[in-house]
């Protein structure tokens, strides 16, 4: 399985999850707020801030219909939602001061060139633009790491975007499994995906989680998802499409805390007893013990011996080797049995 570099951090398999938190149009078109979300998500111990850089002229047509269960065109609604392009130094210097990683998802060539232009370390790909072939190409073109959600795609969607990135000489990709449903229920989650995107193409896999709730995160962690992104807000009750699945200040940190618990529950795939286990092996392990006082020179009976804690003495299964053999010193009552006493 290939690892991607991404500023001083490895991502891949058998490497720390990298967790990115989504503050998508979770600005509400205030810069102070913005800071603020970027604030919060250091102090969660996330590993990237996650923004997305989009205008409703070039997203969507003026024509395109009301989706179900919204009030207003997509484009009115994108509209409100635009990330003002001057805060982009701002924003991108401000990450980097808290430690964290500055993402940002392009819709259009403008935003993948004013991108380029603040260092980002990759590019993030929204699900809804995989089948754009041309602008995806032209993005990888600029060497960065991609990390692809692909939501509403099937595996030939995943390929021919697989095939675009790598057309222009980039290697460097990460797929997220995703569902496009905002909140996701959690019947259609589907985890068990991650493993075919893995197993088709063998890069580096993760999970863009729309759900309410932590648990599907954290589900993916434990199936071995290399990155976890997710929605945050200052506060669910704020106005704007992307506040009511998002987590909370707490939640963040909530999810940032059972990630890594997570992954010091994996460990490494050996089975052996572990550190505080050999401590403890030879308290709580049965051995062969004296059942009585076994004179020198007798000859052991089979009801002279019993098994119990502690593991000191010879193991149990060698019972029937000492029945029968003759005692070279005295063994008192609830001794274990050492081989040079017989």
């Not at 697989?162 to 989650?189: F, K, M, Q, W």
Request: glycine content about 6%; hydrophobic content about 40%.
């Amino acid at each position: 399985m290939e690892k991607v570099q991404i500023g001083s951090r490895t991502l891949g398999h058998g490497k720390p999850v990298f967790i990115i938190a989504e503050a998508g149009s979770n600005h509400d078109g205030s810069l102070a707020q913005a800071r603020q979300m970027i604030e919060v998500a250091a102090e969660a111990g996330v590993d990237a801030v996650k923004f997305q850089l989009y205008s409703a002229e070039t997203l969507y047509s003026r024509q395109t219909p009301v989706f179900p269960g919204e009030d207003e065109r997509p484009y009115e609604m994108v509209r409100k939602c635009e990330l003002p392009r001057a805060w982009l130094p701002e924003l991108a210097q401000y990450t980097r001061q808290k430690s964290l990683a500055f993402l940002c998802t392009p819709f259009d060539y403008q935003a993948v060139d004013e991108l380029e232009a603040i260092g980002v370390n990759a590019f993030k790909w929204a699900s809804s633009e995989i089948n754009d072939i041309p602008l995806l190409k032209y993005t990888a073109s600029k060497g960065k790491p991609m990390i692809i959600s692909t939501g509403m795609s099937n595996l030939a969607d995943v390929q021919e975007a697989v095939d675009a990135v790598r057309s222009v000489g980039n290697n460097d990709i990460i797929l997220l499994h995703c569902v496009a449903v905002y909140p996701t229920p959690i019947e259609e989650v589907n985890l068990r995906a991650m493993d075919t995107l893995r197993n088709a193409f063998h890069l580096p896999v993760g999970f863009s989680d729309h759900t309410l709730g932590l648990t599907a995160a954290i589900a993916a962690v434990a199936r071995g998802a290399c990155v976890i992104e997710k929605h945050f807000t200052l506060d669910r009750q704020l106005e704007g499409p992307d506040h009511k699945f998002a987590l909370e200040p707490e939640e963040l940190k909530a999810l940032v805390k059972a990630i890594r618990e997570v992954e010091a529950c994996l460990g490494r795939p050996e089975k052996r007893p572990t550190p505080g286990e050999e401590e403890k092996v030879l308290l709580s392990r049965r051995s062969i013990i004296a059942a009585v006082n076994i004179s020198k020179g007798c000859k052991i009976e089979r009801e002279m011996l019993i098994t119990k804690r502690p593991g000191y003495g010879i193991p149990p299964k060698f019972i029937d080797i000492i029945v029968g053999r003759q005692a070279k010193v005295d063994i008192p009552k609830d001794t274990p049995v050492q081989w040079e006493m017989i």
